[in-house]
C-alpha cells in the first residue's frame, strides 16, 4: 500500500522566518511528487518533482527531491502571512502501461504570525 | 477561479434526504475526479472519469453515486448519508487520466458537506 508522511503536521512561525516542510514516501513504482498549497479552499499547485536534486523555485518557495532517501522538502523563505495554507503533498505512483494513482499525505498547517 | 466550479458550495441535510453535488470544468480537461477531505485525513481519492468513463471508484459505499455527463460536468448524488460522510467534498481535473505529466489536478473549491 502507498504510504505518504508529510511532518511537522502543525507549525507556527513569525513572518519573516524561513520554514521546512518535509514529505516522505514508500510507494511502488514512482513517478512524481506533487505540492500543493490549500488556503481553506481549492488546493493550488505549487510543483512537480521527478528528478533527484534538481531544485524546483517560485519566488519565495522551493522544493527538492531525493529519489535514494525517498523524500521531499518544501523551503519557504521570508513567510508572510499570506503563507499560512495547508501544504498537502502528493505522490503519483504506477507502472507505464497502467493509469497512475495519487496519494496524499495528511498535510501540514502552516500559521504566519505577524 | 481555477477553472474548476463546485456548487453549492455549503450543504446540510438529513440522513434522509437526497441531494446532488455539481462540478464544472472550463478548462478543457479529459478527466475529473471526486475527491473526500475530512478532518486531520488525507485526500481520499472517490471515483475517476476519463472520457466521460468510469475508470476508478475506489470502495466507495452505494450510497454515493456519480454521473458524468459530459466531459465537462461531472456530479455526486448523495442519498441516506450518516453523519461520519461530513467532510469537504472537492471536485479536480486534469489533462488526461493517468499521468501528472500532461497536467496537474486542479481543483474546485469544494462543497462543504454536513449531515445531521
Known amino acids: 500500500e502507498d504510504k505518504v508522511v508529510q511532518s511537522p503536521l502543525s507549525l507556527v512561525v513569525h513572518e519573516g522566518d524561513t520554514v521546512t516542510l518535509n514529505c516522505s514516501y514508500e510507494v511502488t513504482n514512482f513517478r512524481s511528487l506533487l505540492w500543493y498549497k490549500q488556503e481553506k479552499k481549492a488546493p493550488t499547485f505549487l510543483f512537480m518533482l521527478?528528478?533527484?536534486?534538481i531544485e524546483k523555485k517560485s519566488g519565495r518557495l522551493s522544493s527538492i527531491l531525493d529519489k535514494k532517501e525517498l523524500f521531499s522538502i518544501l523551503n519557504i523563505t521570508a513567510t508572510q502571512t499570506g503563507d499560512s495554507a495547508v501544504y498537502l503533498c502528493?505522490?503519483?505512483?504506477?507502472?507505464?502501461?497502467?493509469?497512475?494513482?495519487?496519494?496524499f499525505g495528511e498535510g501540514t498547517q502552516l500559521t504566519v504570525n505577524p | 477561479e481555477t477553472g474548476v466550479t463546485q456548487t453549492p458550495r455549503h450543504l446540510v441535510m438529513g440522513m434522509t434526504n437526497k441531494k446532488s453535488l455539481k462540478c464544472e470544468q472550463h478548462l478543457g480537461h479529459n478527466a475529473m475526479y471526486w475527491y473526500k477531505q475530512s478532518a486531520k485525513k488525507p485526500l481520499e481519492l472517490m471515483f475517476v472519469y476519463s472520457l466521460e468513463e468510469r475508470v476508478e471508484n475506489n470502495s466507495v459505499p452505494s450510497r454515493f453515486s456519480p454521473e458524468c455527463p459530459n466531459s465537462s460536468h461531472l456530479f455526486l448524488h448523495l442519498h441516506t448519508l450518516q453523519p461520519e460522510d461530513s467532510a469537504l467534498y472537492l471536485c479536480?481535473?486534469?489533462?488526461?487520466?493517468?499521468?501528472?505529466?500532461?497536467?496537474?489536478?486542479?481543483f474546485g473549491n469544494g462543497t462543504r458537506l454536513t449531515v445531521t
Open positions: 502528493a505522490v503519483e505512483a504506477g507502472e507505464e502501461t497502467s493509469g497512475s494513482r495519487l496519494t
Open positions: 521527478t528528478s533527484s536534486g
Open positions: 479536480a481535473s486534469s489533462q488526461d487520466w493517468g499521468s501528472s505529466y500532461n497536467s496537474p489536478l486542479h
